[in-house]
Every structure is written in C-alpha cells, then in structure tokens.
C-alpha cells in the first residue's frame, strides 16, 4: 500500500507529518505521489480560513478520482469544520493522538514514532498548546492548552539528530519563551547549545510578551543559536493590540527589537502581521505601516484577517473589505520588497556561511545564511546538509546568488 501526507500550515504540523510518516512505513506502507496514493493524510491547519478552504478544495478534489483513496483528517481542526468536512474523509484522528483509532491495514493503535525527518532540518516538538487566548485565533481551542515536554526528553532528542547529522534544529512551540519543562527555556537553549557537532539552532515562535533579555544574551552568547528572531507583532497600533489580546504595546515591542538588534550585530527579525482586524482603520493600519519602515523587518508573513469560531473576535463586526485587506497587505510587501533588496545588495562581495538544504529544479543548490536568508548557488548535490562558504555575487528582494568560495 502507498502513502501520501499534504500538510498544511506551521512547521509543528510539519513535525507531526514526519512522525506519521514514520509511523507508517514501520507498517509497512510505502510514501508516494498524491495521484497514486491508496491512503491519504491531511494534516491540516485552520487558523486561517483560507487554509481550511484550500484543503476542501484539495480533498474535494482527491475523492472525484475514479478509485478514491482512503483518507484519514488530522492536525487543528475546528469542530465547525469537522463536521463539514466528515462526508469526505474515513477517518478522523484527533490532534493527540494521530492514530488511537483501529484502521485496518495499519497493525498498530497508538502513534508514538521517531519523525522521518529530511536532511538538514530537524523540528523538534518542545510544547504544544497555548493559554494566550489572542483574540483572532484558535490554536488555544485547537491544540489545548500549554504543555511543555521535560528538558531532559527536549536535550536527548537534540543529541541524537545532531549525531545522526541534522544540522538545522527548529525548537517548536507556540510560544516557547514561557517553556515550563523544567528549566527556562533560555537555559534549554543553553543545554542544547553545549551538544558537540556543527549545527544551527532557530526557535519559533516567540510572544513579545515573555521575550526578555536573558533570550537575547542566549543568543549573543552561544555560538551555535543562530542570529535569527522570529517575533509576531501582529500590528502596531495599540487599540488594535489591545483588541487582540495581545498585552504588549508598540513601543514596548520596538523597544525588546532595538534591544536585540543593539546587542547582535546582524540579527534577522521576522514577524507575522495581520491586516483588517475588525476596526482597523486607515490611521490604524498606517502605525502598522510605521513601525514596519522603523523596525526593517528581514520578513514578514502577513496574513489576511478571517474570522475563526470559538474566537473572541468572531463576534467582532468585521469593517474592512476583502479588497481593502489586499491592498493594505500589497503595502507591507512592498515596504518589505524595498527594504530587503536595500539590505541584500550590501551583501554583495561578501563571504557567508550557508547551510546547503535542497536543489532546486534548475539544477541550482539553495541554502539559508544564518539569518535564514536564501542564496542560490552551483555545486555538487553531496552538498546537501552541509555548511559552505559563498562570495555573495547577486541578490534581489527575495534572496541571494553567489557562487563556492574555496577561502
Ligand atoms: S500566542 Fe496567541 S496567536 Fe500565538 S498560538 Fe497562542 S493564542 Fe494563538
């Protein structure tokens, strides 16, 4: 039997897909393309409508073939849509436990497997769930609330990838800086940071709320953090903050970034906004334009508001159309456009250190620089998972060309 997983959303339900996947090829299933897969997985995501709307076009689509495949639905999904969804899935799997349900051709109950991860990049789970309640979003209602796994469990898992030659660990959480598995979590960093080998570690995602200095010492300190911050803002206008729960203001975010940037020569900040919160006025939106143009953010995932049941938000009158969100989020791409091919173009003639992750279909390799910048390049396929040395001699707003540089 073949089998094919379509992920949606973050790289916690990345994580969750290697684990699935592993899970079942130890049945004995073998991985394939979607079109000529017996059983599919959808693990989805649905803090965003338009996430939700494409995975039903998607298995919409999948079950109109001539022999459908099995399909089995698991990941964050709203109990609204499940109930949607049923007629086009046999199997629903709670987001705890992927596979507590018999399913015939699989031997076992419980998932409780190693991820098949993919080389360089290891995700590593170190909480699930969240008690921010921010008002637009339903991972709270999803997920559950926080729980953090043991630091011990969180450094042994460390250990063992970075020995079987992972090179790119992803610390996951939704918010990892009130990580409670016994020690802080800027002392987890710590650990991990001690763990001999040539890797990189990133963490996503950060609350504004708990970032505090101890994290940006981390970072300055140990060599093998990389200089890379991912902190949502969501917006810059503080009513607009205010109404989505967020507790924090403008200027208190601005004031933990100038700090991090002030301390680490070359960080890379990046961040998610959300544009047409219900309100959100032109005035408002400009703050939000404002701190963008003062904070010069290396990347910003901008998501359109929708309303999402069980939210607080949800019985928020929305105000602003379909169309005016488009236009404000054309704005933030293009301030991010600007600002990152100023950036980029500084780079020029310099000698970078580049994680070499995949080969493109043009035959190029592609890696991330530490500040988890693209850079294309030519060079041997081998060079996958390894660390090389690149003469930046091209950019453009969305990444890096360069070519090996042997010094
Ligand atoms: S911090 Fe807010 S936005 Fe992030 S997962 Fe928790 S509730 Fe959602």
């Not at 979003?137 to 450094?155: D, L, N, Q």
């Not at 890797?199 to 140990?222: A, Q």
Request: charged share 30%; hydrophobic share 30%.
């Amino acid at each position: 039997m073949k089998y094919c997983i379509i992920t949606f959303g973050c790289q916690a339900n990345k994580s969750d897909s290697e684990k699935i996947a592993s899970f079942l090829e130890k049945n004995g299933l073998q991985k394939t393309s979607e079109k000529e897969a017996d059983f599919v997985v959808i693990n989805s995501c649905s803090v965003r409508q338009s996430a939700v709307d494409r995975m039903e076009a998607k298995i919409r689509e999948i079950k109109k073939r001539k022999k459908p495949p099995v399909t089995a639905l698991t990941g964050c999904v709203l109990q609204k849509d499940k109930k949607k969804l049923k007629p086009f899935f046999d199997y629903m799997l709670p987001e705890k436990e992927l596979f507590p349900q018999k399913i015939p051709f699989l031997k076992k109950g419980f998932l409780k497997e190693a991820p098949k991860r993919e080389k360089p990049t290891a995700y590593i789970t170190i909480m699930s769930g969240c008690d921010n309640f921010c008002s637009y979003c339903v991972v709270p209602y999803t997920k559950g609330r926080e729980s953090s796994r043991p630091a011990k469990e969180v450094v042994e898992e460390a250990k063992k990838t970075i020995k079987e030659g992972y090179r790119d660990i992803w610390l996951l959480g939704q918010n990892v800086n009130s990580y409670k598995g016994g020690v802080k979590f800027s002392n987890l960093l710590r650990e991990i940071n001690k763990i001999r080998g040539d890797f990189w570690v990133r963490f996503t995602s950060s609350h504004p709320k708990d970032f505090s200095s101890d994290i940006i010492s981390v970072i300055k300190n140990c060599k093998k953090i990389t200089n890379y911050l991912h902190l949502p803002v969501q917006s810059g206008d503080d009513e607009i903050l205010k109404k989505m729960n967020r507790s924090y203001t403008s200027e208190q975010y601005k004031k933990a970034v100038n700090e991090a940037k002030k301390e680490i020569p070359g960080l890379s900040v990046s961040t998610d906004i959300i544009v047409g919160f219900p309100g959100e006025t032109e005035k408002q939106f400009h703050n939000t334009v404002k701190l963008v143009k003062e904070i010069g953010f290396d990347m910003i995932y901008i998501g359109r508001y929708s309303p999402r049941m069980q939210t607080a938000a949800y019985n928020m009158k929305e105000t602003v159309s379909e169309e005016e969100k488009r236009r404000r989020e054309k704005i933030l791409e293009e301030l991010l456009k600007e600002s990152n091919l100023e950036k980029n173009k500084k780079l020029v003639g310099r000698k970078i250190r580049v994680l070499t992750t995949q080969m493109t279909k043009k035959n190029l390799l592609s890696g991330k620089t530490e500040g988890y910048k693209s850079v294309l390049f030519k060079g041997p396929k081998s060079l996958i998972g390894e660390f090389v040395k690149i003469k930046i001699t091209g950019y453009s707003s969305w990444g890096l060309k360069g070519k090996i540089s042997r010094k």
